[in-house]
């Protein structure tokens, strides 16, 4: 299978279906935040994201992560790959 990233290259990559699991934001303990001055837009979060939870958005002609909560399991995989640390996990409702 091939997806396109918003750059428009081609990935000879598979992505999870969105709310294949349900609505995971629903159960989830711990949600990602991030801080966007230590963004760089290298999609790595997207790429990574198991849920298929994270869209890109041009924001000032730099893309950038919007990560949908209503799906969103609270992994923690985007905090880990990400290389700035742009990403980090924060306790629900806090
Ligand atoms: S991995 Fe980090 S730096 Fe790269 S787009 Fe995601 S949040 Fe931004
Ligand atoms: S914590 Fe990050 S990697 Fe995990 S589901 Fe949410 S957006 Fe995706």
């Not at 979060?45 to 949908?68: A, H, Q, Y």
């Amino acid at each position: 299978m091939v997806i396109v990233d918003p750059h428009g290259h081609l990935l000879p990559l598979s992505r999870a279906a969105r709310g294949a699991a349900g609505r995971t934001g629903s159960w989830r303990t711990k949600k990602p935040l991030l801080n966007e001055s230590r963004c760089v837009g290298c999609l790595v979060c997207w790429l990574f994201c198991p849920e298929n939870t994270i869209d890109i958005v041009e924001v000032d002609g730099k893309s950038m992560p919007r990560i949908d909560y209503e799906y969103c399991k609270g992994c923690g995989v985007c905090a880990q790959v990400c290389p700035t640390k742009a990403i980090s996990m924060v306790e629900e409702g806090g």
